[in-house]
T-cell receptor, first 114, second 114 residues
Framework: EAQVTQNPRYLITVTGKKLTVTCSQNMNHEYMSWYRQDPGLGLRQIYYSMNVEVTDKGDVPEGYKVSRKEKRNFPLILESPSPNQTSLYFC???FGQGADYGYTFGSGTRLTVV | DQQVKQNSPSLSVQEGRISILNCDYTNSMFDYFLWYKKYPAEGPTFLISISSIKDKNEDGRFTVFLNKSAKHLSLHIVPSQPGDSAVYFCAASDYGGATNKLIFGTGTLLAVQP
């Protein structure tokens, strides 16, 4: 089944403790992206990757890092999480960045930073 | 600055009636628009799209209308069904342009009452 898999689904952590949210897709998509969803703000892009070893900032990149060492994986790294990073996170992938390519989203990771 | 706006956070409709979800945008460079549907505990899924060269696109019970002069689009669901209850996100892109990425609205929660 074609899908984007995120782990974990739920995570509660403490301020300053480094964490990684994994994202993997099995569709051979070149384009991958991370979004966060917050009440009243919709989905905002954090980082994206056009292909292996090619990443760039989205609209809200502060406090996050990403890497793209393999085509299928695009982990999101929070080096020193803070409470304002409490949010619902989605990974998405597509054949291309252009909007006419359908974005496939993962099921989400709900992160709470206390 | 919110470039894509969904001014109604929620909408309640009776089963069998029409649901109309609205979306406004500010960037005149946007030329491709999409609607995504999101159930709780799941990622957004693509519903329907429209290019700026059209003013209407239909897919079964779902129709999207685009009014470029007003920078407004709407999603009509007829007839509405309880299974349509979800959060609907409008998204826009300047395909092939400077950013060539999807920018999402804040979402509208649709509740279809049996």
């Amino acid at each position: 089944e074609a899908q984007v898999t995120q782990n974990p689904r739920y995570l509660i952590t403490v301020t300053g403790k480094k964490l990684t949210v994994t994202c993997s897709q099995n569709m051979n998509h070149e384009y991958m992206s991370w979004y966060r969803q917050d009440p009243g703000l919709g989905l905002r892009q954090i980082y994206y990757s056009m292909n292996v070893e090619v990443t760039d900032k989205g609209d809200v990149p502060e406090g996050y890092k990403v890497s793209r060492k393999e085509k299928r994986n695009f982990p999101l790294i929070l080096e020193s999480p803070s409470p304002n990073q409490t949010s619902l996170y989605f990974c998405a992938s597509s054949f291309g960045q252009g909007a006419d390519y359908g974005y496939t989203f993962g099921s989400g990771t709900r992160l709470t930073v206390v | 600055d919110q470039q894509v706006k969904q001014n109604s956070p929620s909408l309640s409709v009776q089963e069998g009636r029409i649901s109309i979800l609205n979306c406004d945008y500010t960037n005149s460079m946007f030329d491709y628009f999409l609607w995504y549907k999101k159930y709780p505990a799941e990622g957004p899924t693509f519903l329907i799209s429209i290019s700026s060269i059209k003013d209407k696109n239909e897919d079964g019970r779902f129709t999207v209308f685009l009014n470029k002069s007003a920078k407004h689009l709407s999603l009509h669901i007829v007839p509405s069904q309880p299974g349509d209850s979800a959060v609907y996100f409008c998204a826009a892109s300047d395909y092939g342009g400077a950013t060539n990425k999807l920018i999402f609205g804040t979402g509208t929660l649709l509740a279809v009452q049996p």
